[in-house]
């Protein structure tokens, strides 16, 4: 994946000549509005896998993993970045001002879990590298090359025998940026500075909103396109939240998304957690500033939005009388939301859309049994099988049981005839289920073809 594509009516005209960043985005910039949470202990990987909206447990240290934090009602409590530095510890990188209560609550669910959770924000440095330039100057300290694909680390070896780690982050396709995690004391990059802002204004354009702390419980993972950039694992076992997201990705009850705007005039601004109107309902908020920043000092944001407010009317910052919020022009369309190409954080593709009696209302089947662990690969065979390519679908649930995985099959109502779909798998999967079939119907919630 090179970028993410922003969903909305601003993804058009895409056939107009990249433009050249700006040379202010180019290099590097200590950020020092972030911090660090170490996790140690030899189950610091699997505690955190049990509290984050990513898989931790299968994470490797040449991966880093984006992910959320939620609370039990499924709102983002806080955005990080997780990356190994060895089977004993994480390392979470995330905006300092949302650490004290992201460590402090993570702490009161460790119970006897082997891992301890600090602050370390003031042994490690956190800085953006962003251009062809950081490349390859991150190449020449790897030996080699940089990581290309995002979410990839490099680990850089230090003189002292300490290490440092890159994390390839989305792009525009065209400007390559990493975030770098090394020791407070090692040397600064070789590196032109970069403005702060138009760092930010890089995190906007990837559709990169980080949680700030005006911004704490205001989403659901899916409000930030989370899941479209690799943040959300949809197959691991229970976290905070997870029913709430899952059944709000499975059941299309996401009415609300994240879109890249623009203001007009330079001196224009605007902060996380700012209230957004829609000319039609001065009185009620529209959506919400989830990220701010500039590039070649031009004002650009992403803001969670109501998807029906973007059908007519303007949107305004602050108040129905606010600054317009615009589609940016058409070459920066083009420039910074490719649409993303990598499987892991692509959205799916919508189910193909059946004639339906709609003479009662639709309703969705939800299937639940466990499978042996061993026995995965044949099982997962068989459904797929026996769904016949029908738009059944699967979540897998690990919930920290070695021995039995949780499946869960949903039904939706675009079905043509879903108990006939349900007869037909349960008798392939007959030899692997543990134990009883679990059905519940729920009414459906977004008709056929509506986002999932």
């Known amino acids: 994946m090179r970028g993410l594509m922003i969903i909305g009516p601003m993804i058009e005209d895409l056939h107009h000549a990249p433009l050249p960043v700006p040379s202010s985005a180019l290099g590097a910039v200590r950020l020092a509005d972030w911090g660090v949470i170490r996790a140690q202990g030899e189950e610091s990987a699997k505690f955190l896998h049990t509290q984050l909206t990513q898989d931790l447990a299968l994470q490797t240290p040449a991966q880093a993993r984006l992910a959320g934090y939620c609370s039990a009602k ?72 940089a990581p290309a694909e995002v979410w990839t680390v490099g680990r850089l070896a230090l003189a002292d025998g300490r290490e440092a780690f890159a994390t390839r982050l989305p792009d525009d396709g065209v400007t390559p940026r990493f975030l770098l995690l090394q020791p407070a004391d090692a040397a600064v990059p070789a590196l032109p500075v970069i403005d702060p802002e138009e760092w930010q204004g890089l995190d906007v354009t990837a559709g990169l909103a980080w949680i700030r702390q005006p911004t704490v419980e205001q989403f659901v993972p899916q409000m930030l396109n989370l899941e479209l950039i690799g943040g959300v694992n949809f197959q691991k076992g229970c976290y905070p939240g997870q029913e709430i997201v899952a059944r ?34 001065p009185e009620q908020p529209a959506g919400m500033v989830a990220g701010f920043g500039r590039l070649e000092g031009r004002p650009l944001l ?65 299937v639940y049994y466990r499978v042996h662990a061993d026995q995965l690969a044949a099982a997962l065979a068989a459904f797929e099988q026996a769904r016949e390519g029908q738009p059944v679908r699967l979540l897998q649930r690990h919930d920290n049981d070695p021995v039995f995985q949780t499946w869960m099959e949903i039904y939706g109502s675009e079905l043509p005839d879903a108990a006939d779909a349900e007869r037909r798998i349960a008798a392939a999967l007959g030899a692997f289920a543990q134990g009883p079939r679990h059905r519940e119907a729920f009414a459906a919630v977004a008709g056929p073809g509506a986002a999932r």
């Open 248 to 281: 709000s990705q499975y059941r299309g009850t996401i009415k609300r998304r994240t879109h890249l705007f623009a203001m007009e005039g330079s001196d224009a601004d605007a902060t996380p957690g700012q209230e957004i109107f829609h000319s039609a309902d």
């Open 74 to 145: 499924g709102r983002l409590l806080a955005t990080m970045l997780a990356v190994k530095p060895d089977e004993q510890s994480v390392l979470l990188a995330l905006p300092a001002d949302v650490l004290p209560a992201t460590v402090k609550r993570l702490s009161m669910f460790v119970l006897r879990a082997k891992c301890k959770l600090s602050d370390d924000s003031a042994a490690w440095g956190v800085w953006g590298l962003s251009g062809a330039q950081a490349r390859d100057w991150l190449g020449d300290q790897l030996g080699g090359a």
């Open 302 to 366: 992403l803001a969670e939005v109501k998807l029906a407010a973007l059908e007519s009317g303007t949107l305004h910052l602050g108040s129905a009388q606010g600054a317009v919020l615009s589609p940016p022009p058409p070459a920066l369309r083009h420039w910074r939301t490719g649409m993303t190409t990598s499987p892991p954080t692509r959205a799916a593709a919508p189910p193909a859309v059946h004639p339906v009696d709609r003479s009662t209302p639709p309703v969705e089947l939800y």
